[in-house]
């Protein structure tokens, strides 16, 4: 089973980790092979299924921390995002340096709306793990939608001067930069996003705000034109 999930074969997989559990392993094993069931389920986006087997799980392994991640994880794809903070937290307290369990409990607080909750959670993360960039990138998110463009920018920067191919991040910070006048460096920004994404149409009309805004109306109409026709 974990021979075919791990090639995505995962309708294979379900069926291998259903017949090891008609077979009534101990305990301690049932609960990891419906850990890996419901791990299956997620690769096919069943994520009621997935969430059935993660509590069967830990109703045998209460104190697997990946198995309340997991099943947040699922949670969090059909939206629940209450039930997801609720795992988040579980495994945390299992696994106080969960680094990836604070972002994640940081995303679901942000769907939430909780700004100040998911700051608070990313700044945790980071602490654990200061050069995840996916961390750095979704506090920078965060501190735009509070509308505090220097601390986002100061993320952005962090992100870029760790893999200058996360392109989001130059995008927002191109976003930022604009907002705060700084067309230049926003045009800057939104050029080095295309070497590493050219076919979305939005870099384009926002390079071509920026340049509008700089009375370069040739290059504005350069930029919306690609914007069209992408």
């Given at each position: 089973g974990l021979d075919r999930q791990n090639r995505g074969d995962?309708?294979?997989?379900?069926?291998?980790?259903?017949?090891?559990?008609?077979?009534?392993?101990k305990a301690s094993e049932l609960g990891d092979v419906y850990y890996n069931r419901g791990n299956?389920?997620?690769?096919?986006n069943n994520f009621d299924a997935a969430i059935s087997d993660y509590s069967r799980a830990i109703q045998l392994k209460p104190g697997e921390y990946e198995y309340y991640?997991?099943?947040?994880?699922?949670?969090?794809?059909?939206?629940?995002?209450?039930?997801?903070?609720?795992?988040?937290?579980?495994?945390?307290?299992?696994f106080p340096g969960f680094a990836?369990?604070?972002?994640?409990?940081?995303?679901?607080?942000?769907?939430?709306?909780?700004?100040d909750g998911a700051i608070a959670d990313y700044g945790k993360a980071l602490a654990i793990a200061p050069r995840s960039t996916?961390?750095?990138?979704?506090?920078?998110?965060?501190?735009?939608?509070?509308?505090?463009?220097?601390?986002?920018?100061?993320?952005?920067?962090?992100?870029?001067?760790?893999?200058?191919?996360?392109?989001?991040?130059?995008?927002?910070?191109a976003?930022?930069?604009?907002?705060?006048?700084?067309?230049?460096?926003?045009?800057?920004?939104?050029?080095?996003?295309?070497?590493?994404k050219t076919d979305d149409p939005a870099?384009?009309?926002?390079?071509?705000?920026?340049r509008q805004k700089k009375k370069d109306l040739v290059g504005a109409?350069?930029?919306y034109d690609k914007t069209i026709e992408l």
């Open positions: 995962y309708d294979g997989a379900i069926d291998d980790f259903t017949k090891a559990i008609s077979l009534k392993p299956a389920f997620i690769g096919k991640y997991n099943r947040g994880v699922a949670q969090q794809n059909k939206n629940s995002f209450d039930e997801a903070i609720a795992d988040f937290t579980k495994a945390i307290e299992l990836v369990g604070y972002n994640n409990r940081g995303n679901a607080r942000m769907s939430k709306n909780d700004v996916d961390t750095l990138y979704n506090r920078g998110i965060a501190w735009q939608a509070k509308g505090n463009l220097d601390e986002a920018i100061k993320d952005f920067t962090a992100v870029l001067s760790i893999s200058s191919s996360f392109y989001l991040a130059s995008v927002n910070r976003v930022a930069l604009l907002e705060k006048g700084s067309l230049d460096s926003a045009i800057a920004d939104y050029t080095h996003a295309l070497e590493f870099i384009y009309y926002g390079r071509g705000s920026a109409l350069t930029d």
